[in-house]
């Protein structure tokens, strides 16, 4: 998770009033910061890093403590800088510092220069005199001179015969010692939107979830355009022909037919002509009746017994006969009409 830490710095000076033996200023101040988390105040226990560097960037670290566990309500956190590590002389020394400040393990982009008010610490070297040189107090200002003004004055000048300090009226006294802390106040109305932060790193993939519940069948679509007929294929080669099937069982014979209407007046018969019949026992399978006299009008063929078979039952080929084929040996007759040519 990424933070924003937007720190609001107070850096106050804490100082006592001191008498001729002058007390050591305290080597601590008070450090203020406002931070947040994805843009909304941080509430918890957090640690800080802070750390005094002799340049706005890189530069050598010339002070740094860790403070763990410091409690933040509503984004605002309160530490006591120099707690852990002494601020002094040695560190404010005269030279142009500035702080960097470690939220959790997010830092801050820019280091923030330290104002002029922490620099009254350095006042701590007065009780030694340290610019003084090899002079003591008792050479620079007479014994039993009055180094203090009534309430509600200021001191403005020193005679330069006596010593005293000039006094005049008005003007705001040295600050006091800081007192206990008080008691929380009560919260404050929620301050304005903060800058959107960060964007953060996406999530990992969450796993898939359950399959819904399956939907209504939808309604049928129009039926679509007819497709383009395709390429007509090549012609197939012809196959094998077949083996011949069994011959089918013969059927019965079928009734007798209905008496034909009659047939439209034929042309004027001949009307001489004779019968010629023939009985064939001996020349079997075959039996011809000829027409000695004409030419053959027609013919028939019967046999010596019922449902008899013939298979040729036609006239001759020079028409001048009947011809009989048949396959009974009982016989056949074969006769014909023949017509007189006289």
């Given at each position: 998770m990424r933070t924003y830490c937007g720190a609001l710095i107070a850096l106050l000076l804490v100082t006592v009033t001191v008498d001729a033996n002058?007390?050591?200023?305290?080597?601590?101040?008070?450090?203020t910061a406002r931070v947040s988390v994805d843009g909304v105040p941080a509430n918890g226990n957090f640690d800080f890093t802070l750390a005094l560097f002799d340049a706005a960037a890189g530069g050598d670290k010339v002070w740094e403590e860790n403070h763990t566990g410091v409690t933040v309500e509503d984004g605002l956190a309160f530490l006591s800088m120099g707690s852990l590590t002494t601020l002094d002389a040695t560190v404010f020394d005269g030279s142009a510092l500035f702080l960097d400040v470690t939220f959790g393990t997010q830092r801050m982009d820019t280091r923030l220069p330290i104002q002029s008010v922490p620099y009254a610490m350095r006042a701590g070297v007065a009780s030694s005199a340290e610019l003084l040189g090899d002079l003591g107090p008792d050479d620079v200002l007479p014994k039993g001179s009055s180094l203090s003004c009534s309430v509600g004055d200021v001191v403005?000048?020193?005679?330069?015969?006596?010593?005293?300090?000039?006094?005049?009226?008005g003007g705001v006294g040295l600050q006091g010692p800081q007192g206990p802390k008080g008691d929380t106040g009560d919260t404050g109305d929620t301050g304005a939107q903060g800058p959107q932060g960060l964007q953060g790193d996406t999530g990992a993939q969450g796993g898939q979830g359950i399959q819904g519940i399956k939907g209504?069948?939808?309604?049928?679509?129009?039926?679509g355009s007819q497709g383009i007929p395709g390429i007509k294929g090549d012609k197939g080669d012809q196959g094998d022909t077949g083996s011949q099937g069994i011959?089918?069982?013969?059927?019965?014979?079928?009734?007798?037919?209905d008496k034909g209407n009659t047939g439209a007046q034929g042309?004027?018969?001949?009307?001489?002509?004779?019968?010629v019949k023939k009985e064939?026992?001996?020349?079997?399978?075959?039996?011809?009746?000829?027409?000695?006299?004409?030419?053959?009008?027609?013919?028939?063929?019967?046999?010596?017994?019922?449902?008899?078979?013939?298979?040729?039952?036609?006239?001759?080929?020079?028409?001048?006969?009947?011809y009989c084929y048949y396959g009974d040996a009982e016989g056949a007759i074969a006769w014909a009409i023949c017509a007189d040519v006289n």
């Open positions: 002058a007390q050591g200023v305290p080597g601590a101040t008070t450090f403005t000048a020193i005679d330069g015969d006596s010593g005293d300090v000039v006094c005049s009226p209504d069948k939808g309604d049928q679509g129009d039926t011959p089918g069982i013969k059927g019965d014979k079928g009734d007798k037919g042309t004027a018969g001949i009307s001489n002509y004779t019968i064939c026992s001996s020349d079997f399978p075959d039996c011809t009746v000829s027409c000695t006299d004409g030419r053959v009008l027609g013919g028939g063929c019967e046999g010596l017994s019922t449902n008899m078979n013939f298979a040729v039952n036609r006239p001759k080929a020079d028409g001048s006969g009947w």
